[in-house]
């Protein structure tokens, strides 16, 4: 198999989801300028940031005029789950340059992450690997920005009451769950839902970064309790 043809496949295999990334990415650029964004300013954060969730973890913040360093360490919790998504790809990418590694690591997704788990599971040894994920991701990245543009350029005719963020988690969902066969990932996704349920009332929206922080740990200790025993 080719590099190209491996990279058609990842941008195949992405389309499925399009739809919702679509969504979050509308919903996300509508939130942005709804929260006080000027339009150059939500465009440039959309470019630059590329961090769905972080973006919305934070805007909140920002509209409110909270402190620097928890709108700084919200966007970094919520992000935490990058570490372990680049935990898993390691093996997969620590042949390439510092510059490529992180190339692709900007281009990380949760979608384009449960796509690239979901192929290695069933084919443990996928010939382009590399060439598969950075076509999916570079999907998955023109899909975002694209609807993300829309919805910062469009917001003042789009309402957040359309519920298109329904249809971004359902996808989210679909997409996500069967990653958590994996007992690390089941274990770190029950104990961050179970904290951000009961840290819900806590100020500043705390709870769901806490939440997050929480899973990560525990997901870290239980694949480490694995591999020791």
């Not at 679509?22 to 150059?40: D, E």
């Not at 440039?44 to 934070?58: K, P």
């Not at 909140?60 to 700084?72: D, H, V």
């Not at 929480?214 to 997901?219: D, L, P, Q, S």
Request: glycine letters at 10%.
């Amino acid at each position: 198999m080719s590099p190209r043809t491996a990279f058609r496949q990842g941008v195949r295999e992405l389309m499925p989801a399009a739809p919702g990334v679509f969504a979050w990415g509308l919903v996300t650029g509508v939130a942005m300028v709804k929260s006080g964004l000027s339009v150059p300013e939500a465009i440039a954060l959309s470019l630059i940031a590329y961090a769905g969730s972080a973006q919305l973890a934070a805007l909140p913040l920002m509209a409110t005029f909270a402190p620097i360093w928890l709108i700084f360490v919200t966007a970094v919790i919520v992000n935490l789950r990058f570490v372990v998504y680049g935990v898993m790809m390691r093996s997969h990418l620590a042949a390439l340059s510092i510059s490529k590694r992180i190339g692709l690591g900007f281009l990380v997704g949760d979608i384009m992450f449960a796509r690239f788990s979901a192929l290695l599971e069933r084919e443990p040894h996928y010939p382009q690997p590399v060439a598969y994920y950075f076509g999916g991701a570079c999907s998955n990245w023109m899909w975002w920005q694209v609807s993300s543009i829309i919805g910062i350029v469009g917001a003042t005719g789009i309402p957040l009451s359309w519920g298109l963020e329904l249809a971004g988690t359902l996808t989210l969902v679909a997409l996500l769950v069967p990653l958590c066969r994996q007992w690390p990932v089941l274990a770190g996704a029950t104990v961050a839902a179970v904290t951000s349920v009961i840290a819900h009332d806590l100020p500043l929206r705390l709870g769901l970064p806490l939440g997050i922080l929480v899973g990560v740990i525990t997901a870290f200790l239980v694949e480490r309790q694995r591999g020791v025993a």
